[in-house]
């Protein structure tokens, strides 16, 4: 092998710098999120837990392009609850903080999605009360 | 070597004349045979489909609005466009005209009916704002113009509709809608919208918007707000149910629609 001696360190600097998110927090991805259970006790969702955790995006999708497409605005009934198609009127019904919930996880994964920009939440409901 | 070339001739006219025949062919024989099984399914067959009008499927929802109650009470208008307002959190920016956001609205009768002539008004018409808003047409325009299927029309209820998710504030629909029933969100809308109404949610900076018919209360079973709020100016139904309440005013008053000469086809229609 010719240039033995600058390939390999070069290879060790640039596997190194390429790893440096890994590394650099001592191999610690730090605390996993811990979101705010409903505070009225509820202890079944639309789906299980683990599901939900994994593609609740792709459910809230599917209700969108039912409501908003096709009309389908009936109402999901599992475990003998009826919930509305809807983040505002469904989800945020028992998780109702944005802060305390959804951004612990969206927060730590970096992901930034635009509900909130049109979907009001029971926070911003309140406050707007308190200000009128 | 001169026999191979005449050969060779032959054989390309013949299949040059074949290939420029056969499609001709075909398309004589199998049209007839076509026709001849189309015709049954057709019932009155491809005469009735070229003449005279379509006949009408499936649910169209439209409104009749009843110029001559609104004339004698005007505050139903006011009363019709608060709860329009109030249910769909639409922004208040004050007669800001740029920023303006219009489900439902008023206007005069030379700005709403524009072909309509105008040289000596009745009083009545000279004096009352008439309710505008989407005419969710047949044949919309607006859905035409969206490059992102953003704004559609539902087959179900011929209702047209948004998807604010997809909308990316181009305003081709605004610019294709001859009926300025679409507004854009220059800003946030949420500090200038009073109330929230929690189970509907806002708009965004940077989407179009306009009315939906009340799609939201439709599913629930309720009129949309502001045929409630109107008291009777404002039938509501579906025009191809010959039964419906609305098709019995459409049958007994004459109506007009908004610039029916653009063949567009509101669903919104105006007794003066």
């Known amino acids: 092998m010719y240039n033995k001696k600058t390939i390999i360190p070069g290879l060790i600097i640039f596997v190194l710098f390429v790893t440096f998110p890994v590394w650099f927090n001592g191999l610690d991805a730090g605390p ?8 009225g006790g509820q202890k079944e969702c639309v789906l299980p837990a683990d599901e939900m955790r994994a593609s609740h995006m792709q459910l809230l999708n599917e209700w969108r392009d039912d409501v908003l497409r096709d009309g389908g605005r009936d109402v999901v009934t599992v475990a003998g609850k009826e919930y509305r198609k809807g983040l505002q009127m ?18 730590y994964a970096s992901v930034k999605p635009y509900c909130w920009d049109c979907h009001i939440t029971p926070e911003a409901a309140t406050k707007k009360k308190e200000t009128r | 070597m001169d026999n191979q070339r005449r050969k060779f001739l032959k054989i390309a006219g013949a299949s040059a004349l074949a290939g420029i025949g056969a499609p ?7 049209g007839d045979a076509l026709a001849a099984a189309k015709a049954p399914a057709d019932g009155h067959g491809a005469a009735a489909k070229d003449h005279g009008p379509e006949v009408p499927a499936g649910i169209r929802l439209a409104m009749v609005i009843d110029m001559r109650v609104i004339a004698a009470k005007p505050h139903l208008l006011d009363k019709a466009i608060t709860a329009c307002n109030e249910v769909h959190n639409i922004p ?12 439902l609205w008023k206007a005069s009768f030379e700005a709403v009916l524009t072909d309509k002539s105008y040289t000596r008004l009745s009083k009545m018409v000279q004096n009352t704002d008439f309710p505008v808003l ?39 629909c605004m610019a294709a809608c001859p009926y ?69 005013v459409l049958d007994k008053e004459f109506t007009i629609q908004r610039k029916p000469t653009l063949g567009t086809n509101p669903s919104v229609f105006y007794i003066v």
């Not at chain 1, 996993?32 to 505070?39: A, D, R, S, T, Y």
């Not at chain 2, 001709?24 to 199998?30: E, I, Q």
């Open chain 1, 90 to 107: 469904a989800c945020m019904e028992c998780h109702t903080s944005q802060e305390k919930f959804c951004d612990t996880c969206h927060i």
């Open chain 2, 134 to 172: 989407c005419n969710h047409c047949e044949n919309p325009p607006c859905v035409r113009a969206c490059p992102t299927k953003a704004t559609f029309k539902l087959e179900k209820n011929g209702i047209v509709a948004m998807d604010y998710h997809r909308c990316i504030g181009c305003r081709f």
């Open chain 2, 24 to 30: 001709t062919l075909v398309k004589l024989t199998a």
């Open chain 2, 180 to 248: 300025g029933a679409r507004s854009f969100n220059w800003q946030d809308p949420r500090p200038f919208v009073k109330k929230y109404n929690n189970d509907f949610p806002t708009r965004m900076r940077g989407v179009v918007e306009k009315c939906n018919f009340c799609s939201e209360r439709l599913a629930l079973g309720q009129e949309p707000a502001c045929v409630e709020a109107c008291e009777g100016a404002i039938t509501f139904g579906d025009i191809n149910d010959p039964h419906s309440e609305i098709s019995k």
């Open chain 1, 32 to 39: 996993v999120p811990k979101p705010e259970m409903p505070q």
């Open chain 2, 92 to 103: 208040d920016f004050g007669g800001d005209r740029k920023n303006e956001i219009k489900w």
